[in-house]
């Protein structure tokens, strides 16, 4: 999922939710709407070194107490949640390295307290690691309901996967992709991640990623610059010049070269970091673009409902230990001009840009809305922003500076 940007908001008035269950009970209102599920499964066989997810690696001996959790949590929320859902997210973690019994509990558990509550899900994604891609993992997916799975291929060159402490066989990625097809679900979305100081040409890496990449016939392709968070092993060797990082001009080269290639074999661009064969963009995504409501099982999951953002403890002890809703970590109400802020950055990531009419709004606050204005002139005239038709969206050259004009507009 989308990283959110959530802080601890001690200041916040007595009107504004300061738990998870009074933005429950504000869901209660007739008028009140969600689109999504995040459900978080954080375990892995192993931890990238470019990773910031809460992952854990090991303490197998908590999977099936942590389904068991979850369902607890699900059983609990679920029957409270406003009836429209149009997609469920498993991620992680890796959701399946989890057990085929406690994957299988896990989902046909959901899809009982789905059908139950009145909720008809059209798109349900898990995301999954090559390697954990069984057959009989690939048939429960199957035959649980999930139309979807979202593979971390990231990169088919052996050094690339080594520079990023990355454990699969690339040659798994297309069985896989076999035995989820032979297991009835043919939307299959594979995350690649470019810029990554692997020692090997990068220009002549990155196109045999993404030609490799093609060849397998996935519905839907994420690309992904190398980013190096905080804190990451990663991003240790980095500080100490154990690795170099590629340089700017060669990622947006990269970068253009999966413009190219991917609008050559009939992909649609409709994210900056996003393809899709027509009618496959991932449902579940564009409700964090478009700033809708969604709800999140499991610690660390981030939810969002109205403005109200909110995250569940990042701690697997604590989590387990709970009942009901889980604890939360932190939580904060935007006010208006922050809500404009989060529309606007959310929304210019959507290659169909941003209505006329919410640009409109967007600027005509009392507060940062005159300088906005003055911003996107700005980078109208600077080629980085263009009106197409009534929606304002990144040009091909905003798109390759888009972190820095978004944050502009904020
Ligand atoms: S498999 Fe994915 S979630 Fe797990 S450590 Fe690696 S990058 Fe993070």
Known sequence: MPRLHVVNDDSASQAVPRTAKDVLKALQAPSSCLKGLYVHVPFCIHRCHYCDFFTIAGREQDRSRYVDRLIAEAECVLPQLPIGMESIFIGGGTPTYLSPDDLHRLLSRLRTLLQETGQSIAEWTVEANPDTVSEEIADVLGQSGV??????????????????????????????????????????????????????????????????????????????????????????????????????????????????????????????????????????????????????????????????????????????????????????????????GEVLMLGLRLLDGVPKQTVDAACATSGRGARRADVMRQAIEDELLEWRKDHLALTTRGLLLADGVIRELL
């Open 147 to 340: 139309n979807r799975v979202s593979l971390g291929a990231q990169s088919f060159q052996p050094q690339a996967l080594t520079a990023l402490e990355r454990h699969h066989d690339p040659d798994h990625v297309g069985l896989a992709m076999d035995r989820l097809r032979q297991a009835g679900i043919s939307d299959l979305s594979l995350d690649l991640i470019f810029a990554v100081p692997s020692g090997l040409d990068p220009r002549v890496a990155w196109r045999a990623d993404l030609e490799m990449a093609i060849s397998l016939k996935p519905t839907h392709m994420s690309c992904y610059g190398l980013t190096y968070e905080p804190g990451t092993p990663l991003t240790r060797r980095l500080e100490t010049g154990r690795v170099t990082r590629v340089s700017q001009e060669m990622e947006a080269a990269q970068y253009e070269e999966a413009l190219t290639l991917l609008a050559q074999e009939g992909y649609e661009h409709y994210e900056i970091s996003n393809w899709a064969r027509p009618g496959c963009r991932c449902r579940h995504n564009e409700i964090y673009w478009r700033n809708e409501n969604w709800w999140p099982l499991g610690p660390s999951a981030s939810g969002h409902v109205e403005g109200t953002r909110w995250r569940n403890v990042p701690r697997l002890g604590e989590y387990l230990d709970s009942e009901g809703l889980p604890p939360i970590d932190s939580i904060e109400q935007l006010d208006e001009e922050g809500r404009w």
